[in-house]
């Protein structure tokens, strides 16, 4: 288990870009896959994108291509840059930290950050 905080949402015009960050505390961060999920009221939490312990990444379709997470490990912190944003996008976006499994499963995540608001304005 990690304690992770989200930070870097707010509110930006549709076409734009934003970059999220995922500051973790512990001594194991550089073993864990990490992801971001997306939620909005009502609904389901969203996978969006995860990097695995070695550097690999995966993400959803609808925002493959706009996108990017990414991690430094040295400073325990996992990113999501976000381009090209829609007003589908907004959501709480929530980092989490996987000790293995699928990554595209939340079930398989056992720490998460509070959240972070990101709304798309068009």
């Known amino acids: 288990q990690v304690q992770l905080v989200e930070s870097g949402g707010g509110l930006v015009q549709a076409g734009g870009s934003l970059r999220l960050s995922c500051a973790a505390s512990?001594?194991?961060?550089?073993?864990?896959?990490m992801g971001w999920f997306r939620q909005t009221p009502g609904t389901e939490r969203e996978f969006v994108a995860a990097i695995d312990w070695n550097g690999r990444t995966e993400y959803s379709d609808s925002v493959k291509g706009r996108f990017t997470i990414s991690r430094d490990n040295n400073r325990n912190t996992v990113y999501l840059q976000m381009n090209a944003l829609k007003p589908a996008d907004t959501a709480v976006y929530f980092c989490?930290?996987?000790?293995?499994?699928?990554?595209?499963?939340?079930?398989?995540?056992?720490?998460w950050g509070q959240g972070t608001q990101v709304t798309v304005s068009s």
């Open positions: 512990g001594h194991t961060f550089s073993s864990y896959d």
């Open positions: 989490a930290g996987s000790t293995g499994g699928n990554v595209k499963d939340r079930v398989n995540y056992d720490s």
